[in-house]
């Protein structure tokens, strides 16, 4: 029975992820556009897939990093009460897993070095949404697999920017929208680890 609850409760996160967005782009007076019903359905699969394959937590971090990167995309902004909801749910599915205290270190070990950078990038490079985020990465994947998915996202980032910059779409200094690089550092750590060992270790 809990493991029923706990797979509707993944399947619906990214539509109740997109409802808490929505309502956040309209106290800040955004437009966020139209459902991406698509990508909605898409994560929904994605994160009842990992409930099902034993990684809940992982899949509860996934919608909302899935959910952010959306937002950051479509407006430029990470939205709060999508952090704190993500969290929320995280910490949650952690919990009933006996995974608390490892996703607690996992948030620590990913929000640390993003802090920093946000400090040393006197708030231009990263926003603080990313550094959030980050955490979220971290309290899903934990510790290890969560550096690991910061540093693929770095990589992505990085190569992204770099042809932006050789096509002179983009400028040194140029502030990246890090939000869909956080997702795609998650997605390549889940898939290497599910291919190399079944589920995250």
Not at 117 to 135: E, M, P, T, Y
Not at 150 to 168: D, K, N, P, Q, W
């Amino acid at each position: 029975m809990t493991q029923l609850l706990v797979n509707a409760a993944l399947a619906s996160a990214p539509f109740a992820l997109w409802h808490v967005a929505r309502g956040a782009a309209r106290r800040r007076e955004l437009d966020l556009g139209p459902t991406p019903a698509a990508a909605l359905l898409t994560t929904s699969l994605a994160c009842a897939g990992m409930g099902l394959g034993g990684e809940p937590r992982a899949g509860g971090a996934l919608a909302g990093i899935a959910i952010a990167a959306l937002t950051d995309i479509r407006t430029g902004y990470i939205f709060n009460p999508i952090v704190a909801a993500t969290l929320a749910l995280t910490a949650g599915l952690a919990f009933l897993s006996g995974e608390l205290v490892d996703a607690f270190a996992g948030t620590c070990a990913t929000v640390l070095p993003m802090f920093v950078l946000w400090v040393l990038s006197r708030h231009r490079g990263l926003g603080l949404g990313d550094v959030k985020l980050a955490g979220i990465l971290g309290a899903g994947l934990g510790t290890a697999n969560g550096l690991y998915a910061l540093a693929a996202a770095f990589v992505v980032g990085g190569s992204v920017a770099t042809l932006l910059i050789a096509a002179r779409r983009a400028r040194l200094g140029s502030h990246l929208r890090f939000g869909p690089y956080l997702l795609a550092g998650t997605l390549l750590a889940v898939a290497y680890h599910r291919l190399n060992a079944g589920v995250i270790p």
